[in-house]
Structures are given as C-alpha cells and as structure tokens.
C-alpha cells in the first residue's frame, strides 16, 4: 500500500469514526430529549473544551511555561476576559484581545 493510499485510509477512518459518534447521539436521543441529569454537565463541555485549546496557548512559550507579567500573550488574553466579561461580545472580545496583544508586544518586547 502506498503512502498517499494509506494517508486517505486514514482520513477515511477517521471520518467514518466521526460520522458514526454524531450519528449514535441521533439514534440514541433523536425521539426525545436528553435526560436533565445528562444536560447539565453537557452544558459544561464547551466552555472546558475552549479553555484547553487557549491557555496553552497563552502561557507556553518554546515549550516551557511563561506565567509572568512580562508575557504579552498572558495579558492579551487576560484583557479579553474582561472584555467578554463587561460586553460580552465576541467581537469586542477578539478587538480588545488583538490590541492588547500589539501593544504589550510592542512594550514588552
């Protein structure tokens, strides 16, 4: 088998994996609701799955963790939080972010 052969296998696979997930969720609840006690840690999901994909990203640097004031990332990131927490808006919250990060690049270096 060659290498592009086993590449699109493996997208393939993937897809047919992904596809059956979601699929399992519609036959499993597609006539009626999902349970309360299934609802409410459901609602958490999103929230966490945000969380893990950012924070790396603000507090690594090269590998190594960079939790100080002097990582213009950090603080971008911690403007942002407060602006989704005054407006609430996504975009408030990425305009805020992006500035704040220009700037403390621009000041901290």
């Given at each position: 088998m060659s290498a592009d052969l086993k590449i699109w296998a493996i997208i393939g696979c993937a897809a047919a994996g992904t596809f059956l997930l979601r699929l399992s969720f519609f036959a499993l609840f597609g006539n009626r609701g999902v349970p309360a006690t299934l609802e409410r840690p459901l609602k958490y999901i999103?929230?966490?799955?945000l969380a893990a994909l950012v924070v790396p990203a603000l507090v690594m640097h090269q590998g190594a963790a960079r939790?100080?004031?002097?990582?213009?990332?950090?603080l971008a990131g911690l403007v942002?939080?407060?602006?989704?927490w005054k407006t609430g808006s996504v975009l408030w919250t990425l305009g805020a972010g992006m500035v704040g990060f220009w700037v403390f690049r621009a000041v901290l270096g």
């Open positions: 999103p929230p966490a799955v939790i100080s004031w002097h990582n213009p990332r950090l942002a939080a407060l602006a989704t």
